[in-house]
C-alpha cells in the first residue's frame, strides 16, 4: 500500500499543468473567438493552394530511369497511366538495419493507405526511395506497406537537380508522353501527409515537442537521441515495435 501510495505521490508531482477551469459561457466565448483564427487560416491556406495552381512548371526527361519490382522502368511509366503523380523520396541508410533508418520517412509512409481518393482525381502515389530498391523494398514489407515502391537511386541527380534534402515531396503532371514538375515542397512541408500531428495540435498538450510554444509546465518532453528525433522510442522508429513484436526481421541486407 505505502509503494502504490508513494507512486501515486510521485505521479502527482510529476503531472503537467492543466488550462484554467471556467464556467462553460466563458469557454465557449474564448472557443469561438478562436474559431475566427481558425477560419482566416484556412482561407489563407485556400489561397495558397491557389496560388500552387498557379506555378509555372519545367519540363523533366520522361525516360529517366527507376528501379521497380520487374526492374528498370521509366518515369513515365510510374504514373501508372494517370495524369497526375505524387513521389515521396524517402531518405536511406544503405546496408542499415531497420532501427537505423530514417524515422521522418518512416513516419510518413506510416500515413499512406487509402489511395483511392487520389486515384479517382488522377493522381498517383509512389516512394521515390534513395537506396538500393532490394534492400530498401524489404523496409516496405517490413513495415507492411503496400504503396508503389521504387529505387531512384541512380537518378536523384536527375530527378531532384540540385534539391535534394529530407523527406522530400514532389508533384508531377503528364501530358501524353511528356513530364513536368509542378510543385515540391521538404522538411515541415510534408506534414500535409500526416493526420497524427494534426490531431494531436487540437489536443491541449499539442505535439508535445520541445520548444513547442505552450504555457509553463505543459509537457515537452518528446524527444530521445536529438531535438529533431521525435518519431523514436528506444532506439528505432516507434512504429517498428509492433512489426518487432510480431516476428519480423529487420535485417534488410537478405530476403525473408
Known amino acids: 500500500m505505502n509503494d502504490n501510495l508513494n507512486e501515486a505521490t510521485a505521479l502527482a508531482r510529476n503531472a503537467p499543468s492543466m488550462p484554467e477551469a471556467v464556467d462553460r459561457a466563458t469557454f465557449h466565448a474564448q472557443v469561438d473567438e478562436l474559431r475566427a483564427r481558425e477560419k482566416a487560416h484556412t482561407r489563407e491556406g485556400d489561397a495558397i493552394a491557389a496560388a500552387r495552381r498557379?506555378?509555372?512548371?519545367?519540363?523533366?526527361?520522361?525516360?529517366?530511369?527507376?528501379i521497380g519490382p520487374d526492374g528498370p522502368v521509366s518515369l513515365l511509366e510510374t504514373f501508372e497511366g494517370r495524369r497526375q503523380l505524387l513521389a515521396y523520396y524517402f531518405m536511406w541508410r544503405d546496408g542499415r538495419p531497420a532501427a537505423e533508418q530514417c524515422e521522418g520517412c518512416t513516419w510518413c509512409g506510416g500515413q499512406i493507405s487509402e489511395l483511392s481518393y487520389l486515384h479517382?482525381?488522377?493522381i498517383t502515389y509512389a516512394v521515390f526511395c534513395q537506396g538500393p530498391y532490394q534492400e530498401?523494398?524489404?523496409?516496405?514489407?517490413?513495415?507492411?506497406?503496400?504503396?508503389?515502391?521504387?529505387?531512384?537511386?541512380?537518378?536523384?541527380?536527375?530527378?531532384?537537380a540540385g534539391q535534394e534534402g529530407s523527406m522530400q515531396l514532389v508533384s508531377y503532371l503528364r501530358d501524353g508522353e511528356r513530364v513536368f514538375e509542378t510543385y515540391w515542397t521538404t522538411g515541415r512541408g510534408v506534414e500535409a501527409m500526416d493526420y497524427?500531428?494534426?490531431?494531436?495540435?487540437?489536443?491541449?498538450?499539442?505535439?508535445?515537442?520541445?520548444?513547442?510554444?505552450?504555457?509553463p509546465g505543459w509537457p515537452q518532453a518528446w524527444r530521445e537521441e536529438s531535438p529533431t528525433e521525435y518519431w523514436r522510442i528506444d532506439g528505432r522508429?516507434?512504429?517498428?515495435?509492433?512489426?518487432?513484436?510480431?516476428?519480423?526481421?529487420?535485417?534488410?541486407?537478405?530476403?525473408?
Request: charge should be negative; proline fraction near 9%; hydrophobic fraction near 35%.
Open 196 to 215: 497524427s500531428l494534426a490531431l494531436m495540435d487540437l489536443t491541449v498538450y499539442g505535439r508535445q515537442h520541445p520548444g513547442e510554444d505552450s504555457p
Open 120 to 122: 479517382s482525381r488522377d
Open 54 to 66: 498557379r506555378l509555372p512548371m519545367v519540363e523533366v526527361d520522361p525516360t529517366t530511369e527507376l
Open 136 to 160: 530498401s523494398r524489404r523496409y516496405r514489407d517490413f513495415m507492411g506497406w503496400d504503396m508503389p515502391w521504387y529505387s531512384a537511386k541512380a537518378s536523384l541527380g536527375t530527378l531532384l
Open 237 to 256: 522508429p516507434l512504429s517498428q515495435w509492433s512489426r518487432i513484436e510480431a516476428g519480423r526481421s529487420d535485417d534488410l541486407t537478405t530476403a525473408p
